[in-house]
C-alpha cells in the first residue's frame, strides 16, 4: 500500500490547567490556527484532521479547510490516555502513517514540520517523538543525571546532553502502533524508536496561561517584524 501521511491535530475543550485554550486568540486567531497553517506549509499530508470530542471543532475545521473527526467523548477528559486517543483514530481514519502535530506548539514551522516526517519515512521509523536537547545540569529525584557531586563544577558546554521529550510532533506507522496496541496496550514508543530534536521555540507547549502569553508575545512581535540584534557600543569607552 501507498504511504498515506495524515495529520492528526488533537484539541481537547475540557483541559483543566487553561480553559479552552485552543481558542485563546493571538492576532485575531485561535491558537488552533497555527497549528493548522504549519500542517499545511509542510506540504507534506495527503490530508489534516483535526480530532476533538468537541463539535465546537467542526467549524474550526471548515473555517480553515481542514477535515474533522469526532471521536468519543470519554477520549477528551483529564484521564484519557494518548494511546487510546491514538489507536481510536487510526482505527477509524485510512492511513498508513498518523502524524500528531500539537496544537498547543503554536511556534512550530511548516518547513520543520516536514523535516520531521521526512526523518521519519528515512530512517524507517515505527514511533517518533520530537525532543529538546538541553546541556544543563539535571537532577532527578535528587540525584545528577548527566554530572557528578564529587567532581568540580563542569561548563555547561562539558556536559552531555539531556533529551526532554516535547511532544510538538509525534509520528507512527499505523500498523506497528495498532499491533503493540492490541498486544500490550501501549505503543507511543512501538517498534523502532526514535526522537528528532527540534527548535527550542517549537519546545514552547502551552499548558497554563503563562505560556501562553510567552507564545503570544512572541507571535506578536514577530508579525509586527520589531526584532533586531544590537550591543551596547558604549562599553568600551
Not at 17 to 27: D, G, P, S, V, Y
Not at 73 to 100: I, P, R, Y
Not at 164 to 186: A, E, I, Q
Request: hydrophobic share 40%; glycine share 4%; with cysteine.
Amino acid at each position: 500500500m501507498e504511504n498515506k501521511i495524515v495529520a492528526m491535530i488533537p484539541a481537547r475543550m475540557g483541559s483543566t490547567r487553561f480553559k479552552k485554550k485552543n481558542l485563546a486568540l493571538i492576532n485575531g486567531k485561535p491558537m488552533i490556527y497555527y497549528a493548522v497553517e504549519a500542517a499545511k506549509k509542510a506540504e507534506i499530508f495527503d490530508r489534516i484532521v483535526i480530532n476533538s470530542e468537541d463539535e465546537a471543532f467542526d467549524n474550526v475545521a471548515k473555517r480553515y479547510g481542514v477535515d474533522f473527526y469526532l471521536r468519543e467523548f470519554e477520549l477528551g477528559n483529564s484521564q484519557a490516555k494518548s494511546d487510546d486517543v491514538v489507536a481510536n483514530f487510526m482505527q477509524n481514519n485510512s492511513c498508513t502513517h498518523t502524524a500528531w502535530v500539537n496544537s498547543v506548539s503554536p511556534l512550530q514551522s511548516g518547513e520543520e514540520i516536514k523535516n520531521i516526517v521526512q526523518h521519519f519515512l528515512n530512517e524507517n521509523l515505527d514511533s517518533l517523538i520530537t525532543t529538546i536537547e538541553e546541556k544543563v545540569h539535571c537532577l532527578y529525584d535528587g540525584k545528577p543525571l548527566n554530572f557528578s557531586f564529587d567532581d568540580q563544577f563542569a561548563q555547561t558546554q562539558d556536559l552531555k546532553p539531556i533529551e526532554r521529550f516535547v511532544y510538538s510532533v509525534m509520528m507512527w506507522k499505523n500498523n506497528s502502533f495498532l499491533k503493540d496496541y492490541k498486544d500490550r496496550g501501549v505503543a507511543m514508543m512501538c517498534g523502532k524508536f526514535g526522537t528528532y530534536n527540534v527548535d527550542k521555540l517549537s519546545g514552547i507547549i502551552v499548558k497554563t496561561q503563562r505560556d501562553f502569553e510567552i507564545c503570544q508575545l512572541i507571535l506578536e512581535n514577530a508579525e509586527r517584524g520589531e526584532f533586531s540584534l544590537k550591543y551596547d557600543t558604549e562599553a568600551k569607552e
